[in-house]
């Protein structure tokens, strides 16, 4: 759980605490890092800045909607209240009341202001891209994804999900509609840009512990960023609408520390080279024909 409201939020704190009491109590996410949780109602543990930042904001605008929910329907009570037939025997004719219409018009402006302000230097922090400690690329496919360390030899593999455990081919959790036979492994502490574009259709590479949503574009590349601080297994989804089997499109991310990391790229490389000039030989065969 995060919260960094600081001083501007002072005034919200009663209620910012009886909201984090609700959210504590269903909090048991964090034995289930980077997954979803059966009956959660919480948002997925952040584990990224730009994450914390998300969940920062969300709790945020939550707690001014709950408050002017509560507002409008105690005014709306009383308004019942004060107003009906019984009490109030002789309506008054007023149609107009300058200072509230000045009221009703300035207040919603302010909270606009309020909300807009730290929504775009969130907007500003997830778009740009701080220097890069290495590039991923991943390519949507129907369906399944592709990917690319082009800083490490330029590998590449395919990932697709798995349909039980019986299918596992290494020592990792099975999750149902999450695994998958390949897996993504990154360095934790360190500053990953994913360049996203798809082969076919849309499809957006989602990642919800990292804060992570961008659109996979056929011809174009777009990228994000993230900076996981916690090792682990994280799962997204594609998030974009993109054919039949658009559930069967998972993403499954190991963050380990950096000498897992530098191990597994040398196992990698070894691994995805053999098979990919194992294709480019069965293209030549194919075409001698």
Not at 91 to 102: A, D, F, G
Not at 164 to 170: G, K, P
């Amino acid at each position: 759980m995060h919260f960094n409201f600081s001083k501007k939020s002072f005034f919200l704190s009663p209620l910012m605490w009886v909201f984090s009491f609700i959210v504590l109590a269903d909090d048991k996410n964090i034995d289930g890092l980077g997954k979803p949780k059966e009956w959660g109602l919480d948002l997925q543990t952040p584990v990224t800045t730009v994450a914390k930042d998300v969940y920062d904001m969300h709790f945020f605008v939550l707690i001014i909607i709950t408050l002017i929910t509560l507002f409008v329907l105690g005014l709306i009570i009383w308004v019942c209240y004060r107003y009906s037939e019984k009490r109030n025997k002789n309506p008054s004719k007023t149609v107009h009341n300058t200072l509230i219409e000045i009221l009703w018009t300035a207040i919603p402006v302010l909270i606009l202001v309020v909300i807009a302000i730290p929504s775009f230097k969130l907007l500003y922090k997830q778009d740009v891209t701080p220097e890069p400690d290495l590039t991923i690329k991943a390519i949507g496919y129907q369906w399944y994804w592709g990917y690319e360390y082009p800083d490490h030899g330029n590998f590449s593999y395919e990932a697709f999900m798995l349909q039980s455990a019986d299918e596992l081919e290494e020592d990792k959790p099975f999750n149902r509609m999450l695994t998958t036979d390949t897996k993504v492994v990154v360095p934790v502490n360190k500053i990953v840009r994913v360049q996203v574009t798809a082969a076919d259709v849309l499809h957006s590479w989602a990642v919800p512990a990292f804060g992570v949503k961008t659109d996979a574009v056929p011809g174009r590349l777009n990228e994000t960023w993230f900076k996981a601080d916690k090792t682990g297994i994280y799962y997204g989804m594609c998030s974009e609408l993109c054919g039949v089997n658009h559930q069967s499109m998972p993403i499954e991310i190991h963050v380990v520390s950096e000498e897992e990391f530098n191990a597994w790229v040398v196992d990698s490389k070894a691994k995805y080279a053999s098979l990919d000039n194992f294709s480019e030989d069965n293209l030549e065969l194919t075409a001698n024909k």
